[in-house]
């Protein structure tokens, strides 16, 4: 099937996936008011097979070292996945199926499976990666660009994280545990119960993140938007906190974003 725009429809809520656009949402729509940030760049794209920085664009994997390009110098950020054409499995009014087939640079050959489902009230993402081969190792996870001010408003975050990664110079992870500190925020939490993040448009709209997943990286530095990005592992994972894709286990994520109107 065809790489072009799909558009989900659940009551009064309506979602565009984007397969040709590195398989991202580009836009959600609840009674008419955009929650994601539009352009190209944004809406809310997958991260994989890693999430976060990469540091110096190399990780190992037994003796082996492989490099990445270094979209984010002197690290690689975000996958290689979200840079790709995404090709269209299935589709119905409410739910969209996505393939991706990994290929250069990444080094192992694989497939990773996202479905899209909308509800009048939610909207869930999955995502699959499934080797043809050698085991690997691989995160998963998804970086919303949710608009911060919404119809006048601006939004509000609220969550309960039992740690905070300590961020070092370089951005990325001392492998340190701190207390969460003050806003604003390019961090990553731990929520070993599971993330749960909210976003608020007070009078609005109140949207929660949630996932089973135990991080969630917080990016709210940015003047047009607020990003929460529930993911396997912490930035620099591939490296601290590998999940290995084996032919009998692929690695699998889900996330909710779940709504209510003022």
Known sequence: MSDEDITLTAGDAEATVQPG???RVGGLRVGGLELLRQGDRFGCFPMVPWCGRTRNGEFRDGAAVHRM???????AIHGTARDGAWRTARVSA????????????WPYPGRITQVVGLTEDSLTLTMSVETYGSSFPAQIGWHPWF????????ARLDFRAAWQEERGEDHLPTGRRIEVTPGPWDDCFGMPDGVGVTVEWPGRLELTVRSPEKWVVV??????AVCVEPQTGPPNGLNTHPRLVTPLEPLEATTTWSWRRA
Do not use: F
Request: hydrophobic residues 25%.
């Open 94 to 105: 409410d739910e969209a199926v996505i393939t991706y087939d990994l290929v250069e640079p």
């Open 69 to 75: 390009p270094l979209n984010s110098p002197p690290h």
């Open 219 to 224: 990016y709210d530095e940015q003047e047009a």
């Open 21 to 23: 656009n590195g398989g």
């Open 147 to 154: 608009n911060r001010n919404l119809d006048g408003v601006d």
